[in-house]
């Protein structure tokens, strides 16, 4: 337990020095982004890598969150501190009450309904053009602001959306290591096997799906408040799939697996200007590659690797 | 006057329910023989479009030629991707299988989009676009194409299934393959010519609505899921309850984009796909048997 918090406090302080190495810019405003997918990633990872239940509607928890938080502020000019909490449990009650019939699906067919909803969430994002804008968006979202200080640059922002995140961190790791933990992780290998030991396998998989779309909620708020503008296109089928990338690339049932996935699909398009054409034919070979040949994710399967590595080199040596 | 309406979409709700069909019994048919449903299904489908094109743009055939070669070559990735990306699986898991389908079809996705680009194309009429009146409606020679082709390919199917050794084989791998195995049957060719059969009835059924709808790079997703969707209601038989559920569903959809809103159109089809998973997930004709979900 004392290991995880030191590496919980290294990992906090890379994120508060970070904008250093970086002195404002561009980039700035990509680690923004990092810290609102981190959260995203976690939340899925602890309903898929934790609990073993596959959603491809994520993105549209996200939406809902992002669109919930911009209608009431830019449109209704109610406070963003009031509206964040409010649009989190909204989105939150509406996971769950879908949660009991949806979960008792498994597998495809599980995958299947949560993509339905997605679009679901999708299309009314786009017809509800009173409300949402339409297509074209929805713009006049006003950043946070505590006092007279409003998060309007990017190293504000950052640290603002960085403060959501590590809160997220720290508590989906205190999660994972709980008696809660350990009963997702049950469910994960037999859901029959936890429910015979007293696991009430279908409430806590309903639980931790409504849990993981208030922080997809969440993000949504902290998204259109750093963005002030949003549009349906941001929060569709592709985005999901972007999510499970992360979050299969970073290791199924880590933390900090996430934040590696959402750093490097985010940081990717930035570094390599061609990936941005090629961004969904990365995604789809990368799903491939790593479910084939690294079913751990890198968080897992890098240190195996260079274990493998100084164990062969060893035993040269000894030969 | 609103009874002619209705004849009207119910009449274009056919033809698009025929195809939905087409698409559903691809994913039956992967689904009886693995126990896998192969998101990447609409994705053949938009290639069956798209590969017709391109081999009329390009290599200037005639479309009576360009089809034959966009089936076969859509097989061949079929085969493919059965290959490639299912088989190699060290531990196929639901979840696992899930992901690299998904994988898999943003894969095709996102080649043709590089090959082909972002633009919407439309394919010729297979007879014109002369309009043909029924009792106050009117129809386009294509709807009439659809149907054919449609029933011709049914009727081949279960011709297959039911009189010939492989088709019979195939069968008894989705009743029990381990038994199946037993008997002498290569379960793994079959699993492999499951691959083949939906790759090219996905990609006919593309072919045929190509000329009515237009196609691009991203029809697949939507395709799929709404065969997806037939299927589910037909209880993901490969034969006639199906069917029944593509036309239900085309229907459906239609008269719902004409009485209500044609922006929610697709939003139709994924309610009555939750509603049937929530509701009876064996499908509106099957028993309670129901350990698929």
């Known amino acids: ?319 | 006057m609103q009874l002619d309406q209705i004849l009207q979409f119910a009449l274009s709700g056919l033809s698009t329910g025929a195809i939905y069909a087409l698409i559903g019994i691809g994913f039956s048919i992967i689904y009886n023989s693995t126990g896998i449903i192969n998101f990447a299904q609409g994705e053949f489908v938009m290639l069956g479009g798209m590969l017709t094109l391109f081999f009329i743009g390009l290599l200037q055939l005639p479309l009576w030629a360009a089809i034959p070669c966009a089936v076969l070559v859509c097989t061949l990735a079929g085969m493919l991707f059965e290959r490639l990306a299912i088989r190699p699986l060290r531990k196929p898991t639901p979840i696992n299988l899930v992901i690299i389908t998904i994988g898999g079809s943003i894969f095709i996705r996102g080649l043709s989009m590089l090959l082909w680009g972002k633009d919407t194309h439309s394919l010729p009429s297979f007879s014109g676009d002369e309009p043909i009146t029924i009792a106050n409606a009117t129809i386009l020679p294509q709807h009439l194409w659809i149907l054919g082709i449609t029933l011709v390919i049914i009727g081949a199917n279960k011709f297959f299934f039911y009189h010939t050794i492989s088709g019979k084989a195939m069968r008894a791998c989705s009743y029990n393959s381990r038994a199946a195995g037993l008997v002498g049957i290569d379960v793994r060719r079959m699993v492999l010519f499951s691959f083949v059969i939906s790759s090219a009835m996905g990609a006919m059924a593309g072919i045929i609505v190509a000329p009515l709808t237009m196609t691009s790079y991203d029809v697949g997703i939507m395709l799929g899921l709404k065969g997806f969707c037939a299927a589910i209601i037909g209880g993901m038989s490969s034969g006639i309850a199906t069917v029944i559920g593509g036309l239900i569903l085309g229907i459906l959809e239609s008269l719902g984009a004409g009485l209500i809103s044609s922006g929610y159109k697709d939003a139709i089809a994924f309610i009555i796909l939750l509603l049937i998973l929530f509701i009876r997930p064996q499908g509106l004709f099957g028993k309670a048997e129901s350990e698929r979900v």
Not at chain 1, 102 to 116: D, E, R, S, V
Not at chain 1, 166 to 173: E, K, P, R
């Open chain 1, 1 to 319: 337990m004392k290991k995880e918090l030191f590496k919980f406090l290294i990992f906090t302080v890379l994120i508060l020095v970070a904008p250093l190495a970086f002195k404002g810019g561009y980039l700035m405003n990509v680690l923004v982004f990092v810290g609102i997918n981190t959260m995203l990633a976690i939340a899925l990872n602890l309903l898929l890598g934790y609990c073993g239940q596959i959603s491809l509607g994520h993105a549209g928890f996200f939406g809902l969150g992002a669109y919930l938080s911009g209608i009431l502020t830019a449109t209704h000019g109610l406070n963003p501190w009031l509206v964040m909490p409010l649009a989190a449990g909204l989105v939150g009650l509406l996971a769950y009450l879908i949660g009991f019939p949806i979960l008792k699906l498994k597998g495809h067919y599980l995958a299947m309904a949560t993509l339905g909803m997605g679009i679901i969430i999708y299309i009314v994002f786009n017809e509800s053009v009173d409300y949402t804008g339409g297509p074209s968006g929805l713009s006049g979202i006003p950043a946070l602001s505590i006092g007279s200080t409003s998060f309007d640059s990017d190293v504000k922002s950052y640290y603002l959306v960085w403060a959501f995140t590590l809160g997220v961190c720290l508590f989906s790791l205190n999660l994972a290591n709980s008696r809660v933990g350990r009963a997702l992780r049950a469910i994960h290998d037999s859901e029959i096997a936890a429910r015979v030991v007293g696991v009430n396998a279908r409430e806590l998989k309903v639980r931790i799906f409504a849990l993981s779309a208030v922080i997809s909620a969440l993000a949504g708020c902290l998204y259109a408040h750093t963005m002030t503008f949003i549009s349906p296109a941001s929060f569709g089928f592709n985005f999901s799939v972007e999510l499970l990338t992360m979050v299969v690339i970073g290791g199924l049932g880590s933390i900090y697996g996430s934040f590696l996935g959402a750093a490097l699909l985010t940081l990717l398009p930035e570094f390599l200007r061609a990936a941005h054409d090629y961004d969904i034919i990365i995604y789809g070979g990368l799903l491939m590659v790593m479910v084939m040949f690294m079913p751990g994710g890198l968080v897992r399967s890098v240190p195996d690797a260079v274990r493998k590595l100084v164990r062969l080199k060893g035993g040269a040596g000894n030969a």
